[in-house]
């Protein structure tokens, strides 16, 4: 259990950008993803704004090298796993013992929906071949194929936290030697279902979301797909990784089914345990990718345990779903791959559209992309549903 494990690449396509590159190019522009809905039918197409991935289905088929019938959620995960393998260095798939742990809260839903519209007017409408891929672990399986991995398999769905989740669960495989490289991360794709679900939550913001912002009203949705690609240590030597997975933590404070507790248990729970494995102080880390959905409840949360944890020093912090929007299961793979790479390349994030200071914390987000920081460790933090709070600690690769 006591072999490091590295991030050797990753992969991302998210209302930002189709890739990697083009998401960065987002944030140095301060381009946000928020807009009108394009692609999702809804009648709420003009009241709430989401971070829809600038492509319609045919498109990221076309991408993929996949049929069209297949769920946007399978299309987007192989884009963006297959982006992340490319990133790694890593040679043919079939040379190694890989996993695939993959989290998602929707699996197949979007197909689901159209196939429900078609059979409600006439019992012999529809197509079966929509819903063969409902269920998430499906949807796992089938990109699992497509990439041609055999050696392990598995989802994780614990809501927001889940592509979190996904990167501990794959740390654990590496570490027990039961395979030597994982693609860890999350997918989800836009549903009525799901946003009909947040409306119903009262959660969601008619405007741009503004996370952390004292004016704050709720969240944007979004969708897309994040993987990291995690490798044993002594595969990591024959690379370049990006940097090493040091520390992580699920914590649960069981105190709603969807709020987090006020006064931010399982969140600070989550963070200490993560500094704990890693090793580090408070005051090591360099940069924290916030949760920070733009709630009312989250947002305070998370800032009430990050003051716990981290006063009097607070790194420089900034939500990214600012950008992308809240992509659910998605999340936490998006966002490993946006921590890993600034600290690779000494990024920080901006907050988009934060102008007035939440009264209740001592802290801000920094609200500018800059470059040429000297970081050495960075904090992910994703807390779902259910209390299921995760955070992730990386550090500078060096053996």
Same mark, same amino acid.
């Given at each position: 259990?006591?072999?490091?494990?590295?991030?050797?690449?990753?992969?991302?396509?998210?209302?930002?950008?189709?890739?990697?590159?083009?998401? #960065?190019?987002?944030?140095?522009?301060?381009?946000?993803?928020?807009?009108?809905?394009?692609?999702?039918?809804?009648?709420?197409?003009?009241?709430?704004?989401? @971070? !829809?991935?600038?492509?319609?289905?045919?498109?990221?088929?076309?991408?993929?090298? &996949?049929?069209? =019938?297949?769920?946007?959620?399978?299309?987007?995960?192989?884009?963006?796993?297959?982006?992340?393998?490319?990133?790694?260095?890593?040679?043919?798939?079939?040379?190694? /013992?890989?996993?695939?742990?993959?989290?998602?809260?929707?699996?197949?839903?979007?197909?689901?929906?159209?196939?429900?519209?078609?059979? #409600?007017?006439?019992?012999?409408?529809?197509?079966?071949?929509?819903?063969?891929?409902?269920?998430?672990?499906?949807?796992?399986?089938?990109?699992?194929? &497509?990439?041609?991995?055999?050696?392990?398999?598995?989802?994780?769905?614990?809501?927001?936290?889940?592509?979190?989740?996904?990167?501990?669960?794959?740390?654990?495989?590496?570490?027990?030697?039961?395979?030597?490289?994982?693609?860890?991360?999350?997918?989800?794709?836009?549903?009525?279902?799901?946003?009909?679900?947040?409306?119903?939550?009262?959660?969601?913001?008619? %405007?741009?979301?503004?996370?952390?912002?004292?004016?704050?009203?709720?969240?944007?949705?979004? !969708?897309?797909?994040?993987?990291?690609? #995690?490798?044993?240590?002594?595969?990591?030597? /024959?690379?370049?990784?990006?940097?090493?997975?040091?520390?992580?933590?699920? @914590?649960?404070?069981?105190?709603?089914?969807?709020?987090?507790?006020?006064?931010?248990?399982?969140?600070?729970?989550?963070?200490?345990?993560?500094?704990?494995?890693?090793?580090?102080?408070?005051?090591?880390?360099?940069?924290?990718?916030?949760?920070?959905?733009?709630? %009312?409840?989250?947002?305070?949360?998370?800032?009430?345990?990050?003051?716990?944890?981290?006063?009097?020093?607070?790194?420089?912090?900034?939500?990214?779903?600012?950008?992308?929007? =809240?992509?659910?299961?998605?999340?936490?793979?998006?966002?490993?791959?946006?921590?890993?790479?600034?600290?690779?390349?000494?990024?920080?994030?901006?907050?988009?559209?934060?102008?007035? %200071?939440?009264?209740?914390?001592?802290?801000?987000?920094?609200?500018?992309?800059?470059?040429?920081?000297?970081?050495?460790?960075?904090?992910?933090?994703?807390?779902?549903?259910?209390?299921?709070?995760?955070?992730?600690?990386?550090?500078?690769?060096?053996?």
């Amino acid at each position: 259990m006591s072999e490091k494990v590295w991030i050797a690449g990753g992969g991302v396509i998210c209302g930002i950008g189709l890739n990697l590159q083009e998401c #960065l190019q987002s944030f140095k522009d301060m381009r946000p993803g928020m807009g009108a809905m394009q692609y999702l039918s809804s009648v709420h197409r003009n009241t709430f704004p989401v @971070a !829809e991935v600038k492509a319609d289905n045919d498109t990221l088929a076309d991408i993929a090298r &996949m049929p069209e =019938h297949i769920s946007r959620t399978a299309l987007l995960s192989l884009i963006a796993a297959r982006e992340a393998w490319q990133s790694s260095g890593l040679d043919d798939i079939s040379n190694y /013992r890989v996993g695939f742990v993959s989290g998602n809260t929707v699996g197949g839903m979007d197909k689901t929906e159209d196939f429900f519209e078609s059979f #409600l007017k006439d019992p012999r409408g529809g197509r079966l071949r929509e819903v063969v891929h409902h269920e998430c672990g499906s949807i796992t399986e089938l990109v699992a194929d &497509m990439l041609g991995i055999r050696h392990h398999v598995s989802t994780i769905s614990t809501a927001c936290s889940s592509g979190a989740n996904a990167l501990m669960y794959g740390a654990r495989l590496i570490r027990n030697n039961i395979v030597d490289v994982v693609i860890a991360g999350g997918t989800d794709a836009l549903t009525r279902f799901t946003l009909n679900g947040f409306n119903t939550l009262m959660i969601l913001d008619q %405007q741009p979301c503004r996370p952390f912002d004292d004016t704050r009203t709720g969240l944007n949705l979004g !969708e897309g797909a994040g993987y990291v690609i #995690l490798v044993s240590d002594s595969l990591a030597a /024959r690379l370049q990784p990006w940097c090493r997975f040091s520390g992580f933590a699920n @914590a649960n404070d069981a105190h709603h089914q969807t709020a987090s507790s006020p006064d931010g248990t399982g969140n600070y729970l989550a963070m200490k345990g993560a500094l704990d494995m890693s090793g580090l102080q408070p005051q090591q880390i360099g940069y924290i990718n916030l949760h920070g959905t733009g709630t %009312q409840n989250n947002d305070l949360s998370e800032g009430i345990a990050i003051n716990r944890l981290f006063a009097p020093y607070f790194p420089p912090m900034s939500s990214t779903k600012s950008f992308t929007g =809240h992509t659910l299961g998605a999340s936490g793979g998006i966002e490993a791959v946006f921590s890993a790479f600034a600290l690779k390349e000494g990024i920080l994030y901006p907050n988009a559209r934060f102008e007035h %200071q939440m009264k209740e914390l001592p802290f801000a987000p920094v609200t500018q992309f800059s470059t040429g920081h000297e970081l050495q460790h960075v904090m992910s933090n994703s807390f779902g549903f259910g209390g299921n709070c995760s955070s992730l600690v990386f550090s500078v690769a060096s053996h």
